[in-house]
């Protein structure tokens, strides 16, 4: 399992300069990792090589049909110099759950894993050291069978890039606007809202688009069949600070299983927080902002990290949280995460893997 043939880049590409001016995925490093699955080998050949482009057959199933999932990681940069992951195998994991509903060929977490530990050993001075800067890692899988007939490819590919990263919104860790989204909805029970595919996000394309043209961030969806409990934002699951207890939607099968959600839940809870996680109506969060008891609502995710917002519009009605301005709940949730990812708080829960 553990064999894996690296071909190394001739000419290396230049590096950002300031990493104050690392905008968020656009930019990638030298190298990817590639690995191929067909029926009779299974998943093989993984390697490394320069990045570039993949060739592919017109007629690849991705490419008509839609089979491709995704995954999103960081690599952190600790002071000692350590490159630090925050539970790599969690990612994988859940990128099998997402192969699994698409009819995609799982992977083996334990070889994905060696696979991205070789490829970051080799792309180590990419990982900027600045806080609020990492290497973002991108694994993702899509159907190559050369075949237009509608059935579950029989060819796949599996591959990893990397891209250094800063803040996710130009906002920083300013609060973000939200839109409510009443109209257009992402996922339905039953459905893949709990996977990452490629096609929920381009599902939700058309509504971020309106949002995003009105001046919003980004939407909270709400749930398909009653347009009322709130499901998630856009890249990021959602929590409200009410009273003095932590709320956000219970994974109901249309919400991704953030792995950044269930980690702020064990923080929160570590830190004396009551976390109820149930079904939230968006009238409840009104409710509680016109009784004065909506202190603080935020975004999870690993792109985004944790990201306050400071208003919502729901069919007009707006409504602003904590002045606009980052509560102290968040913000001692925000130092705490980030701390134990970069390797400055003590990991007392095992998240952190080191490269090596
Ligand atoms: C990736 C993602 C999240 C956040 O998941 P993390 O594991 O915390 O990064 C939340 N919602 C959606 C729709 C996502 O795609």
Redesign the pocket.
């Known amino acids: 399992m553990d064999n894996i043939a690296i071909t190394k880049s001739t000419t290396l590409k230049e590096k950002y300069k300031d990493p104050s001016e690392l905008v968020f995925g656009r930019r990638f490093t030298d190298h990817m990792l590639q690995m191929d699955f067909d029926p009779e080998n299974g998943w093989h050949d993984m390697r490394i090589e320069p990045y570039a482009p993949v060739p592919m057959d017109p007629a690849s199933s991705v490419l008509h049909y839609g089979q491709a999932i995704f995954e ?2 960081k690599a952190y940069k600790s002071p000692e110099g350590e490159i630090l992951l925050f539970r790599p195998e ?2 994988f994991m ?1 990128l099998n759950s997402s192969a699994k509903r698409l009819s995609i060929p799982e992977i083996d977490v334990e070889q994905a894993l060696f696979g991205l530990n070789e490829l970051l050993k080799i792309e180590k001075d990419w990982i900027p050291a600045a806080r609020g800067t990492s290497l973002y890692i991108r694994p993702f899988i899509v159907a190559t069978d050369p075949f237009i007939g509608l059935r579950a490819s029989q060819l796949y590919k599996f591959m990893i890039i990397l891209s250094p990263v800063g803040m996710y919104y130009a906002e920083g860790f300013n609060p973000i606007k939200i839109f409510v989204e009443d109209e257009y909805v ?1 996922a339905v029970r039953g459905g893949t ?1 709990f996977t ?1 595919a490629a096609g ?2 381009a599902g939700s394309l058309y509504a971020e688009v309106i949002a995003k043209k009105k001046g919003y961030a980004q939407v909270l969806w709400l749930d398909a069949l009653e347009n009322r409990y709130c499901e ?6 959602i929590f409200f600070v009410i009273g003095d207890e932590l709320i956000t939607p219970m994974l109901s099968g249309s ?9 702020v839940i064990q923080l929160a809870q570590d830190l004396g927080y009551r976390v109820s996680e149930r079904m939230i109506g968006i009238d409840e969060v009104y409710e509680a902002h016109a009784g004065g008891q909506l202190k603080e609502i935020f975004g ?4 985004a990290v944790i990201s306050p917002v400071g208003l919502l519009d729901w069919d007009g009605r707006v409504i602003t949280v904590n002045d606009m301005k980052t509560g102290p709940v968040t913000k001692l949730l925000y130092d705490k995460l980030t701390g134990i990812q970069y390797g400055d708080l003590p990991d007392k829960f095992g998240w952190v893997v080191k490269v090596q």
Request: glycine share 18%.
């Open positions: 999103g990681m969690e990612n859940r992402r809202g990452k929920n996000y998630e934002v856009g890249s990021m699951n919400i991704l299983p953030g792995i950044t959600r269930k980690s999870t995710g690993t792109a």
